[in-house]
């Protein structure tokens, strides 16, 4: 199994950037793709989840409105969608996956992490 995020960068505050995780490997649709992020100095925080058979999408509550998950079925791809972007958005953010076909906590294969930067 593997996730590849990409899509990180440089933006200014207010602004927007959208970032993905392609995800492959996987040989059912029972899981679940989340978002984490890191900022420097923090704990690793909880973004977002989508349910990969339903895409039921579940959201850390101050990102709702914002943040905007999704999947492209097709292309085995979760997207997030970042707006109104703020400097405290700026963090190293990580797509996980959840196996166990009923939540989105429990992570079993991370991807690499792709930086996003909000300048103030």
């Known amino acids: 199994v593997q996730l590849q995020a990409s899509g990180g960068g440089l933006v200014q505050t207010g602004g927007s950037l959208s970032i993905s995780c392609a995800v492959s490997?996987?040989?059912?649709?029972?899981?679940?793709i989340s978002w984490l992020r890191q900022a420097p100095g923090k704990e690793r925080e909880w973004v977002s989840c989508?349910?990969?058979?339903?895409?039921?999408?579940y959201y850390e509550d101050s990102l709702k409105g914002r943040f905007t998950i999704s999947r492209d079925y097709a292309k085995n791809t979760v997207h997030l969608q970042m707006n109104s972007l703020k400097p405290e958005d700026t963090a190293v953010y990580y797509c996980?996956?959840?196996?166990?076909?009923?939540?989105?906590?429990?992570?079993?294969?991370w991807g690499q992490g792709t930086q996003v930067t909000v300048s103030s």
């Open positions: 989508i349910s990969w058979d339903d895409g039921s999408t």
């Open positions: 996980a996956v959840d196996t166990t076909g009923w939540g989105c906590y429990e992570y079993s294969y």
């Open positions: 490997g996987l040989t059912s649709d029972d899981y679940a």
